[in-house]
């Protein structure tokens, strides 16, 4: 930009020098002798050189309808061109902004039906993502009634002081190759392990995810206890946690939870649906009021050329995708 700039300036100071010259040698050669018509030419080409030059970006060009008045220099008139040839950006934008508004202003009525869609959608949007939340709100209060890390800790101990912890005692080592814990502050040794205060999100989804926290659930039934329930004399526990664990009965909290887990994230992947509704109507939306209004291939009505232009000034959209989901939107104006 600095070079282009230095380039202009010493354009016009040549210019200038150049007019200054051709300015002297009409007062040599007299008021009353005749003026060269060629000579004339030129000079008043070099007089519009600098207008010339600033036409690509003010879309206005200075004309002198006379060399060397009275006055020493041209009195300048302006001429105005018209940007009624291009297509106008303003519709497309519309429909970035809200789809279905391009279409509208370009007298479609169909612009009306998307516009409804779309207020509708995002409708769609807030709800689902109000009901996800409570939703999880539910599930959060249900693990704090029936989850504790004290119970699991009961599990990797060895031998118990109370009644919870003697049921759980090596049980968790039984089933995991963990070392004995003695505190709290030990179970940072399990594995996906993290505390509420370190991260929310993920606490919750691990109790019920991961069976090695399946201890911390207040209904616990250890598989062996399960073989000797009446009616269940057949059944043998494995010793693979993967087998013995995914059974209902090992927590039927646990299980409840789940699918109040499931629920929620239901709620929140059907307004990512909507979102994505949302996204897919914008970008129909922009393209076919480009279509309409000349800038990709249609008429335009029948009139103008397929430029997307703004006050003269051509208009690039640029779509890049990045990945399988990411993109890159973007917009270039030549000047």
Same mark, same amino acid.
């Given at each position: ?77 302006? =001429? /105005?061109?018209? @940007?009624?040839?291009?297509? #106008?950006? *303003?519709?497309? !934008?519309?429909? %970035?902004? $809200? ?73 968790? =080592? /039984?089933?995991? @190759?963990?070392?004995?814990? #003695?505190? *709290?502050?030990? !179970?940072?040794? %399990?594995? $996906? ?87 897919? !109507? ?54």
């Amino acid at each position: 930009m600095l070079r282009e700039t230095g380039i202009r300036n010493l354009r016009l100071t040549a210019v200038t020098m150049l007019m200054m010259l051709a300015a002297g040698a009409a007062l040599a050669a007299g008021a009353n002798a005749p003026v060269d018509e060629v000579a004339a030419g030129r000079a008043a080409w070099l007089l519009q050189r600098g207008s010339l030059q600033d036409l690509p970006l003010t879309g206005r060009l200075a004309q002198s309808d006379e060399f060397g008045s009275s006055g020493g220099g041209a009195t300048p008139a302006t =001429t /105005d061109f018209d @940007d009624d040839g291009g297509g #106008s950006a *303003l519709p497309v !934008l519309a429909s %970035l902004v $809200l789809p279905g508004a391009g279409e509208a202003m370009l007298g479609h009525k169909r612009g009306y039906v998307m516009m409804a869609l779309d207020i509708f959608a995002w409708t769609q949007v807030a709800k689902k993502h109000g009901d996800g939340n409570d939703l999880r709100d539910e599930y959060y209060a249900f693990a704090d009634e029936h989850y504790s890390d004290e119970l699991l800790l009961a599990a990797y101990v060895a031998g118990g002081s109370n009644v919870d912890s003697f049921y759980r005692a090596d049980i968790g =080592t /039984d089933y995991f @190759d963990f070392e004995a814990m #003695s505190t *709290l502050d030990d !179970l940072e040794n %399990l594995p $996906l392990y993290v505390t509420v205060e370190e991260d929310r999100r993920e606490y919750y989804e691990n109790l019920g995810k991961w069976d090695q926290f399946v201890f911390g659930w207040d209904d616990f039934m250890r598989p062996d206890d399960y073989a000797s329930l009446p009616g269940n004399e057949g059944y043998e526990p494995t010793g693979d946690p993967k087998i013995d664990f995914a059974n209902p009965w090992v927590s039927e909290n646990r299980e409840a939870y789940r699918l109040m887990r499931d629920a929620s994230n239901d709620a929140f992947k059907s307004r990512d649906r909507w979102l994505y509704v949302n996204i897919g !109507l914008r970008i129909f939306s922009v393209l076919q009021t480009a279509w309409l209004d000349g800038l990709l291939g249609g008429d335009g009505g029948g009139e103008g050329d397929t430029k997307l232009s703004v006050n003269g000034h051509e208009v690039r959209l640029i779509a890049q995708p990045t990945g399988l989901r990411r993109a890159t939107v973007a917009a270039t104006v030549s000047f």
